[in-house]
Every structure is written in C-alpha cells, then in structure tokens.
C-alpha cells in the first residue's frame, strides 16, 4: 500500500485529482472507467476535478463511471439517492456523458437480480480503471460493512446503526435513513486497477489504521485492499493519528519528492 500523508483535505483532494487525471489522459479516447464514491470524502475531489475541467479543459467526454452503491427504495431523482447526489456534486459539472454514469437501480422490482446485473455491467465495460473509495469509522468500504465476505460481488447489504447514524446528517432525521442498500461487494471492488482511498478527520484515524496496518480480517473489511498491488491511501494529519509507521510513510513519500524533482 502507498500511503501518503497530506498536510490537509485540500492537499489530500489534489493528489487524489492527480491520480484521475493520470487515468483519464493514459486512456483518452478509449476512454476511462471511473468507479466513484458518494459521501463527504470525495467531494473536494470532485470539486479539484471539476476545476481542472473548467479551467484547464480536464475532459471526460470518453469517460464512463460506476457508483459503489445505492440505497433501496429511494427513486433516481430523491435528493440523497447516490444517483443524484453524484451528479449534483460531479458528473452533473464535467462533460462526462449522463447517461455512461450508471448505479445500482435502488427501485428495482428484484434487487437481488438488479446486483447480479449491475455486477456484470461492470465486466462488460472493461472494469474500473481507477476507483476512488471513502472509509466507515466502522472500516467498511462501499456498504461492505463488518462480517462481510471477501469474496462478495454486488448484492444487497444491511445497514449497521452506527452507518445509519453516521449518514443521518444528510437526511433530516434517521429514521428517514433507508437500512438496505445495493452495493458492490469487497470481490466487485478488488478487480478495479487502481484504488485510491481518501480518508480526512480524527473520526477516521482508528479505522485507516485498522485497514493499513491492523490484520486482514472481515472485522476491517478495508483491510482487504492490503492484498491489490495498487492501492494508494491518501490520508490528512487527523486521520494518519493513530499510525504506528506514519514517520516511514513520510520518509518514503520524501524520498519519492526527491526523486521527482
Ligand atoms: C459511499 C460509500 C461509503 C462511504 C463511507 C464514508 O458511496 O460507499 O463507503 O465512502 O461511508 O462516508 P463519508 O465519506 O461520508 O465519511
């Protein structure tokens, strides 16, 4: 794992933006599958991203994207289904062609062949490129939360409470917090190419340390990026707190500057 240590949410954001950048220039016209995260991690992510295009003619008109997940029963256009919320926060700012920016149908009829379809959507686009994900103080990653197998592909997940309390703050009170979700399982997740996972805050400092350094275990489901040969975690100071080896990740990072210049 690279684990890279930002002095802030800004920083952080930039090089995540970088990592995009590199993976939508490499495959230009061919065109860059991007799985993107909803939440609060990545926003400054996708703000930097939709700087880059306006600013600097960043462009995703070849791009497709995958969401990791989508709450069930909440129709495309609810205000905090992942569907709009992505396109109010990214796509919607970007020339990425609407409709090649799929999620999970949280409406559908049978969400259990509505996963196995999704799953497969994302085999016959060529898979994830590049993957930007979040942290659960919990450790989960998309809704793969706590027990969740490491062989798992996209299927329906239950919420833990402390999720639904953590993502109450969106919604107006947390009984409003749908408690069943599509998400893409911890397999689904580990074929992308490249992850990159963004993590800022002190609320987040037990659970970066538990999936970059704690043991391989269900109990972390994040920890499972241990095992991909290309995972980058790029943390702020708050969250890189409870980091046994933080002085050798900056060391490296250093020497990595040094090199570069
Ligand atoms: C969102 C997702 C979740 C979040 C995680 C962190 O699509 O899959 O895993 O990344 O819950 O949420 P925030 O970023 O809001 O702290």
Do not use: W
């Amino acid at each position: 794992m690279e684990i890279i240590i930002a002095k802030d949410a800004e920083q952080a954001a930039a090089v995540v933006a970088d990592r995009f950048e590199e993976v939508l220039r490499e495959r230009g016209e061919d065109g860059a599958v991007l799985g993107l995260a909803t939440g609060s991690s990545p926003v400054l992510t996708y703000r930097e991203l939709i700087a880059r295009h306006r600013e600097q003619g960043l462009s995703f008109a070849h791009a497709r994207a995958f969401l990791l997940d989508e709450y069930i029963g909440l129709s495309a256009d609810h205000e905090q289904s992942y569907h709009r919320f992505i396109r109010d926060t990214f796509t919607g700012h970007v020339d990425m062609p609407d409709e090649l920016v799929l999620s999970p149908d949280g409406e559908a009829s049978d969400p259990r062949a509505e996963a196995v379809r999704y799953d497969a959507s994302i085999g016959e686009a060529g898979g994830v490129d590049i993957q930007i994900l979040g942290i659960g103080a919990n450790g989960h990653i998309g809704f793969n939360e706590p027990s969740s197998s490491f062989g798992s592909r996209t299927r329906v997940k239950t919420l833990t409470e402390q999720t639904v309390r953590d993502n109450a703050r969106f919604f107006s009170s947390s009984d409003e917090v749908p408690i069943h979700v599509l998400t893409q399982g911890l397999a689904t997740i580990r074929e992308a190419r490249r992850i990159v996972l963004i993590a800022t805050g002190a609320g987040k400092a037990q659970a970066v340390r538990d999936m970059a350094e704690g043991p391989v275990s269900a109990a972390c489901p994040a920890s499972i990026l241990q095992m991909h040969p290309a995972v980058t975690v790029v943390v702020d100071e708050a969250a890189a707190r409870d980091l046994t080896h933080a002085d050798y990740y900056r060391f490296i990072q250093s020497q990595k500057d040094r090199l570069a210049s």
